[in-house]
């Protein structure tokens, strides 16, 4: 059993110390209960379920779930705030929302929690931390079929530093994903109780189609005229009400929600009449205009937060201005390099972040974590995801947003959500660890392999001096990291683990789909290059283009392993793999049989 204790936030609150053995089972026979408050809270019979459950899964032994009214007796497992003398000396305020207390008194397992669902976190911890159960995502998970459970020293308290903390890919919006690794949910996919718009709502607040004819006025102004499908005036009075008044109509629809964006339209479309100008002016940014007027609207609203972006052209924090007490900043990295950390690759941003935290201590950070144009694309950026979410953490961030795949699948979507999740929890964890956990787990024989695939991937990115845009694409890699001598590298290694792997199909499935990048690459680099060793064409005895077999075979592998593996679309919003196959399929058929020089006109 592992003995480490991590403190995410360093407070010991312990009157006493306990480092007792803990016989939760023995030869299969329980004589534990696992006990709720008489009056629990949903998410304390929820967490007690779950416990009761993997225990089952574990054991085949049923541990009972009673409530604190019977008579207190060694073997309890005490969840939540139970009525028993045990609890008395925990500082369940020093949990906050979402942290917990696991403790092995020798006689009585404590899992306390926070005021949210610290609880439930706690029993998740257990399992994964004390009874080494995994899951590797929604559908790939590990329970350990044993007999006994004695647990050892267990003194671990979590507090995390991020408030909320959301991973954006489809697997992870699975119900026992987020709260196996204590993720959030802003709303578009799952429901969230938190947020009521999340980001780019002022068109939601004002409607175009309702005020643009009798009241221009209340848009953008630039190249001499207003424009509705842009932004809001803001310093226009009227737009001020408008927006409260819709605002305050959508609370009243659903006041659950504490986070309500007000916020900026996706274009950099902002207004520059004479009253926006002056104010941005002042101020040495567009965020002069915006922000005065979200600090209007939160004023309106004290019992909300409202939450703005600072994004694109808002991105810098404006001199002499604060933001109000309830006031959240939405703070996006659209820009940044991604082949290098954000502390080393983009100062810019740094200055932005820095500055931003000077006035407020209310940060939700939008990172970006994929290539959106090539979701299959090789993008070797995962060692910069841990100092990254350690930067924001030192920068007074409160909550992260990691952006990745809004479409199904990706290039190793699980593994990048899985570090991702752990990261958001423990910026400090120990990533090489978690790394090759998952990877033996989730590869199985092949995982040592995937490893060499990865370092390979990464140690020749940054050799070469190959930079990662989040638009760029793998024709740009052509010559560092995808070359064609290192793509020959990739496939050996991939026919290896395909090897190595070929008596698991599950495991074989999760390889094939590591491997698809490789052929994306491929793909992508062929059409670029047409002819030659790499490219979608040869050339017959009389000059005349035909298909290159090879390429057709990869096209094809490459389409029918993202169909059955559920990959929704090849780029954010668009092209499925069906239609990338046929747009793909045109390409060679449409120059198929030209000259070389036909091909190039
Ligand atoms: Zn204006």
């Given amino acids: 059993m592992k003995r480490t204790i ?61 409530s604190d009214k019977r008579k207190p007796k060694n073997g309890e497992i ?26 092995n008194t020798g006689n009585k397992l404590i899992v306390a929690g926070g005021t949210e669902k610290g609880v439930l976190y706690g029993v998740y911890t257990f399992l994964e931390k004390y009874l080494d159960c995994r899951k590797y995502s929604s559908e790939v998970a590990y329970v350990p079929k044993q007999k006994t459970i004695v647990l050892d020293s267990i003194e671990d308290m979590q507090v995390p530093c991020f408030t909320f903390r959301e991973v954006y890919y489809r697997d992870a919006y699975d119900e026992e994903y987020l709260d196996w690794y204590k993720l959030d949910c802003h709303g578009e996919i799952g429901s969230s109780r938190e947020w009521g718009f999340w980001c780019h709502s002022f068109s939601q607040l004002l409607s175009p189609e309702e005020y643009s004819e ?10 001499g005229k207003r424009h509705p499908e842009s932004q809001l005036c803001l310093t226009n009075p009227e737009v001020l009400k408008i927006v409260c008044k819709n605002l305050k109509s959508e609370i009243d629809k659903n006041s659950e929600p504490l986070y309500w964006s007000v916020s900026q339209n996706d274009n950099t479309k902002y207004c520059r009449c004479p009253d926006c100008t002056v104010l941005d002016e002042q101020t040495g940014t567009s965020m002069g205009t915006l922000l005065p007027f979200i600090n209007k609207v ?14 694109q052209y808002t991105c810098k924090p404006p001199i002499n201005i604060v933001s109000g007490k309830n006031v959240n900043i939405m703070l996006c990295n659209i820009e940044s390099p991604r082949h290098v950390t954000l502390e080393k690759g983009d100062t810019l941003f740094c200055k932005d972040l820095n500055g931003w935290g000077h006035l407020t201590d209310n940060i939700i950070l939008w990172d970006y974590v994929i290539q959106f144009p090539n979701l299959l694309a090789p993008f070797p950026n995962l060692r910069t995801l841990q100092p990254n979410v350690q930067y924001f953490r030192k920068n007074k961030v409160t909550a992260v947003f990691e952006q990745a795949n809004r479409e199904t699948g990706g290039e190793f979507a699980e593994l990048r959500a899985y570090l991702l999740a752990k990261l958001l929890w423990d910026p ?82 999760h390889v094939k789909s590591a491997r698809a990048s490789v052929y994306y690459a491929m793909l992508e680099i062929a059409r670029d290059e047409k002819t030659g060793v790499r490219g979608a064409f040869i050339t017959d005895d009389n000059g005349l283009l035909k298909p290159n077999p090879k390429m057709v075979a990869i096209l094809n592998e490459f ?43």
């Fill in 6 to 66: 991590i403190f995410l936030i360093a407070i010991s609150f312990f009157n006493f110390s306990y480092a007792q053995e803990f016989s939760l089972v023995k030869q299969g026979k329980s004589g534990s209960r696992i006990i709720i408050p008489m009056k629990e809270m949903a998410i304390e019979m929820n967490a007690a379920r779950v416990l009761q459950d993997y225990i089952h899964r574990i054991l085949g032994a049923r541990v009972r779930i009673r």
């Fill in 78 to 103: 005490l969840i939540g705030n139970v009525n028993r003398p045990e609890l008395q000396d925990v500082a369940i305020d020093k949990l906050a929302k979402d942290g917990f207390l696991l403790l």
């Fill in 214 to 223: 009798s009241h221009p006025e209340y848009f953008s102004f630039y190249n």
């Fill in 298 to 311: 939160a004023e309106q609203f004290p019992d909300k937060i409202i939450s703005t972006l600072a994004y």
């Fill in 428 to 509: 400090d964890l120990n990533i090489n660890e978690v790394m090759e956990d998952f990877l033996s787990g989730y590869y199985g024989n092949a995982s040592e392999m995937i490893k060499k695939y990865i370092n390979v991937l990464h140690d020749e990115m940054e050799q070469t001096g190959a930079k990662l845009s989040i638009f760029g694409n793998p024709v740009q890699a052509k010559e560092s990291f995808l070359s064609d001598s290192l793509i020959t590298a990739y496939n050996q290694i991939f026919d290896s683990s395909e090897k190595a792997v070929a008596a698991s199909p599950d495991i074989l499935m």
């Fill in 559 to 601: 389409v029918s392993q993202c169909k059955s593996t559920g990959v929704s679309r090849v780029r954010e919003w668009d092209t499925t793999p069906q239609e990338y196959f046929e747009k793909y399929t045109k390409f060679i058929e449409e120059n198929s049989g030209k000259t070389v020089p036909e091909l190039n006109k």
